[in-house]
């Protein structure tokens, strides 16, 4: 009796488990390939989510991550002043704010150690320049209250009328991180239902004059801040971008690079990771693009810089994420592939300039009387008789965008103290200007890279140009994430707001609409599950698919359109 209740007991014991292998393979746990293609703050968030989004919803991902190049963070580099690996210094991307939620929080997570800004020395002070004159000027160890007070004297009511626009928006582009906005399938929709297409459609200036913010104060403080954080002028940005430009409060970096926050995103996002593999094309996998079916994608990679021929992967995705600007990509595919078109954007080229020196900044170089002493930072703004234009050519008079004196680090050589720089600037900095700037003669020979031997004014020089950010011209339309069934796209956000947070939001938000689409997961156009409070709700993976092309065809006919 007991050998024959033992014999049912493993009857019954294999059965359920062949029945629950069966469920594994043919219901939502069945294995699904993820390619990602781009390691830097869109594509390492995006698989760091989606694995925990898989978690969360019992489902098994495999993520594959390419990037092409050797390095993750993407355009989040730091290097080693004078070549000394305890001398990091970011060539962009320097701070984030603790409102940065996805990057803040990453720190926290992972342990990472984070800096707050260099603290100037005393007699230090930070000046606005437009080329001719220093139209505002701030000195370290000076109190809040007084510089607000000189603020208020000069310029009314206009700093605390930009603060309450600043905060209004930045508070109002946070509900993006939340239910019922997140996550979003049309950031235009979701930029509508928001309000924030009555910032994006109109230039800071002049949305900034319609709220009757004083023009002196926005063409001084409000546009050195546009044009050091994207290289804009305040009529040639949208309001958006502008007010975000604005926002510092409780700026943070994390010790030895921001970089980390994306790697340590990348290596706990279990992912298989191939630096400088380039992905070359993106194909169907035969057969399945047929109507009725569901489409799995074949890519194409080759080793960055090799010349040898593409090969195909043997492996099928059910889902590709393009991470990185398509138009630097060099992906060959099709128009049957890629359903929903690609804007093609402007980018601003950046020229980024570090270096060291024994010599400070010189006064007679920003029009100061001898015996004065020369700013440590400066930001730069347009004079007021300068006609504003757009991207690089709107530098102005002044040549460059910002000039930072970083902080002082000791040259190896000498074991004195010098003072590391940082050049924003719309053009390759030349050696006339270098001399200009320090106030002592530099060769030509060291800026054209002639010449590699030591020069007595600049110990260690590192020229640097990228596509840093789009041009931010005012628009009402973005692009969407979803570019056709299982393809998805992040840098859509970078026109709306071009920052390593905004990268990454659009990761998580990816993510998030895989694992949906995975789970069979419906929401309804506001982004909530349908059914909420029932966290069960469900749908088929087809009815999910019409719904996204139904949302992604959201009418643009609404009130004021017009207007913006």
Known sequence: MWLLLLKLVALATVTSAARHATNSVQGVNEVRNVAIIGAGAAGSSAAYYLQKYAEEEGLTVNITVFEKTDHIGGRTITVNALDDPKERVE??????????????????????????????????????????????????????????????????????????????????????????????????????????????GVTGEQYLKENNVNEDFVRELMQSATRVNYASNMAYIHALEALVSFSTEGAVAVAGGNWQIFQSLLQNSQASYHPNTSVTGIAFQKGTNKPGSVPKYVISTKQTNSKSKASKLSTSFDSVIIASPWQFSDIETTNE????????????????????????????????????????????????????????????????????????????????????????SAEA????????????????????????????????????????????????????????????????????????????????????????????IKRNGRGARVGQPDPGARMPREDFWDSMDSEMGVSMNFLGADEL
């Open 91 to 200: 060539l962009g991307a320097s701070i984030f704010i603790k409102d940065n939620h996805i990057l803040y929080n990453a720190t926290r997570n992972f342990n990472l150690s984070l800096t707050e800004l260099s603290k100037p020395e005393a007699g230090d002070y930070t000046a606005i320049w437009d080329g001719e004159t220093i139209v505002f000027e701030s000195y370290a160890g000076t109190s809040w209250w007084w510089d607000t007070t000189k603020l208020f004297l000069r310029y009314g009511l206009a700093p605390y009328r930009a603060v309450q626009l600043v905060k209004s928006a930045v508070g109002t582009f946070l509900r993006l991180y939340e239910a019922p906005y997140f996550p979003f399938r049309s950031l235009t929709q979701r930029a509508f239902e928001l309000g924030l297409l009555r910032l994006t």
């Open 337 to 424: 592939v890629i359903k929903h078109r690609i804007d093609t954007i402007p980018y601003m080229k950046l020229h980024v300039t570090l270096f060291t020196s024994p010599f400070r900044l010189q006064p007679s170089f920003f029009g100061l009387e001898p015996g004065k002493v020369a700013p440590s930072n400066v930001y730069t703004t347009l004079g007021r008789d300068e006609v504003p234009h757009e991207a690089g050519d709107g530098v102005g008079r002044t040549g460059f965008y910002s000039v930072s004196t970083l902080r002082t680090v000791t040259n190896p050589k000498t074991q004195k103290k010098e003072f590391l720089y940082k050049i924003f």
């Open 429 to 520: 900095v030349t050696a006339s200007f270098l001399s200009d700037l320090l106030g002592t003669p530099i060769p030509s020979s060291f800026t054209s890279n002639e010449s590699m031997s030591e020069v007595e004014p600049i110990s260690w020089y590192y020229p640097h140009w990228f596509y840093s950010y789009p041009i931010e011209s005012p628009r009402v339309t973005f692009q969407d994430p979803i570019l056709g069934r299982g393809l998805y796209y992040t840098s859509g956000v970078e026109s709306f707001i071009s920052t390593m947070e905004t990268s990454a939001l659009m990761g998580m938000n990816v993510a998030r609409l895989i694992a949906d689409d995975f789970a069979g």
